[in-house]
């Protein structure tokens, strides 16, 4: 069992930045790769960022690249999204999935066996 809590969302001005969190708890955080997807009302869960167990390997939506980045902390049992540059198309219900077979493809919310219950980020014009 994983469960997985988010924050760190809120409203910023285009061009702003936020730091999500996702923070961890039940099996050994080291185990399963993360991911953060996003979703607006009536639409399909959008990948956004995905991260390896150990870290090391990292992968991003043509539309986040150089603009947001993933990182972990195993010891801490965290994993944030850094989002700089935001645009008002950014404006979405963000998700941490855990994905516990690692075994891809990342990008595909259906890989994932965990989620949290997301955190709002709007992006103001």
């Known amino acids: 069992q994983v469960q997985l809590v988010e924050s760190g969302g809120g409203l910023v001005q285009a061009g702003g930045s936020l730091r999500l969190s996702c923070a961890a708890s039940?099996?050994?955080?080291?185990?399963?790769?993360v991911g953060w997807f996003r979703q607006a009302p009536g639409q399909e869960r959008e990948f956004v960022a995905a991260?390896?167990?150990?870290?090391?390997?990292?992968y991003y939506a043509d539309s986040v690249q150089g603009r947001f980045t993933i990182s972990r902390d195993n010891a801490k049992k965290t994993a944030d999204l850094q989002m700089n540059s935001l645009k008002p198309e950014d404006t979405d219900v963000y998700y941490c999935?855990?994905?516990?077979?690692?075994?891809?493809?990342?990008?595909?919310?259906?890989?994932?066996?965990?989620w949290g219950q997301g955190t709002q980020v709007t992006v103001s014009s």
């Open positions: 999935a855990a994905d516990l077979r690692c075994g891809g493809p990342y990008s595909v919310s259906k890989s994932y066996d965990y």
């Open positions: 039940g099996r050994t955080f080291g185990s399963y790769a």
């Open positions: 991260i390896s167990r150990s870290g090391d390997s990292t």
